[in-house]
């Protein structure tokens, strides 16, 4: 493999809590080992127009704390062409970039891989997305930190809640996962938790919730994924349940894309620096085509073919807990 003096870096896909302090350790590990780092705007969108900016170990200070990525991100259809492709590569080869760590999602490593086996380019991946759904990670970068958003917004939503004996549903983020709603709701304390892994259907939510009221409990609170297949969205669940149980005063609250920002965990900008250096080093090492992942407190690294097809497997041991706690 011909010997790497520059290492480009970019985000991609939906932004993530993190993502700026995994470019900033790509950065400052480049420096270490005293090769050049360029930053790729807008992800394989300004890949395309060329659109680069040489960084080095002090243009990268002062942002482990922040939200974002101030590299920009954006998902672009003709990246999806070999004609883009090809433009890429033409200004990655203008600006002597010979190896690319992309920090983004599934979507954005099946660019990546393509991109390898079309020109033979050296890529390595670090997962950047909130929803934690790519296989080869306990963790993707920005998950911890959206828990710990959704948590300390359930609690606030929990005071109103108790405050007028109502019922909320609160829909959060997750794409198709269910793992920011299980695990913030039980972390939150819900009564009830619908995910699409697990479709509860209707029946049993009523009976979930008349079983809460018969309890003694005067308040309750449902997270939905937004990937949720009990076929009803937020709204519809609610005049659901106010029709059948008329005893429930309903309310709903979207979390939506506040779930994407703030500045990230320490668990999150731990996990950033870590990935940052495993995915510089394994280029240096000759490696490519893989995704840098967290196994059991190990960094370890997954052929990128097999972060993409894998599927993230939901926690069956936290569902029983979650059913447990809301005895
Ligand atoms: O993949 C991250 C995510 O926030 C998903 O949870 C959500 O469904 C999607 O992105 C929203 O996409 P956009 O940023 O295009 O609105």
Do not use: W
Not at 40 to 69: P, Q
Not at 87 to 112: C, E, H, M, P, R
Not at 203 to 212: D, M
Not at 264 to 286: H, I, Q
Request: hydrophobic share 40%; net charge neutral; proline share 2%.
């Amino acid at each position: 493999m011909k010997e790497i003096k520059k290492i480009g870096v970019m985000t991609s896909g939906g932004d993530s809590p993190g993502m700026n302090a995994a470019i900033r350790s790509v950065v400052r590990t480049c420096a270490f080992y005293k090769i050049e780092c360029a930053g790729i705007y807008r992800g394989y969108e300004g890949m395309i127009e060329g659109d680069f900016i040489d960084l080095n170990a002090r243009s990268v200070k002062g942002i482990i704390n922040k939200g974002g990525t101030f590299l920009k991100s954006a998902r672009s259809k003709a990246f999806r062409t070999k004609e883009g492709r090809q433009a890429a590569y033409n200004q990655l080869k203008k600006a002597n970039i010979d190896a690319l760590v992309v920090i983004g999602g599934d979507g954005s490593f099946t660019g990546g891989l393509v991109f390898n086996q079309e020109f033979n380019f050296p890529v390595m991946g670090i997962p950047g997305t909130i929803d934690n759904d790519i296989a080869g990670t306990s963790h993707t970068l920005g998950y911890d930190t959206t828990l710990n958003t959704v948590v300390d917004v359930i609690d606030k939503i929990r005071d109103t809640a108790s405050s007028h004996n109502r019922l909320f549903f609160v829909e959060v983020m997750g794409r198709d996962v269910g793992h920011i709603a299980l695990n913030a709701g039980v972390g939150a304390g819900a009564e009830e938790i619908l995910i699409p892994e697990e479709d509860l259907g209707l029946e049993r939510l009523l009976e979930s919730l008349r079983r809460s009221k018969e309890s003694g409990k005067s308040s309750s609170i449902v997270i939905v994924a937004e990937g949720d297949k009990t076929g009803k969205n937020v709204f519809e669940l609610k005049d659901y349940v106010e029709e059948h149980l008329p005893e429930y005063e309903v309310r709903v609250s979207v979390l939506g894309h506040m779930q994407r920002g703030g500045s990230p965990s320490c668990f999150d900008r731990v996990l950033a620096s870590r990935m940052g250096v495993k995915a510089v080093e394994s280029l240096l090492d000759g490696k490519s085509n893989l995704m840098v992942g967290l196994m059991n407190d190990k960094i370890t690294v997954t052929p990128l073919e097999r972060a993409i097809k894998g599927q993230s497997k939901i926690n069956k041991e936290l569902i029983r807990v979650s059913d447990i706690m809301s005895v």
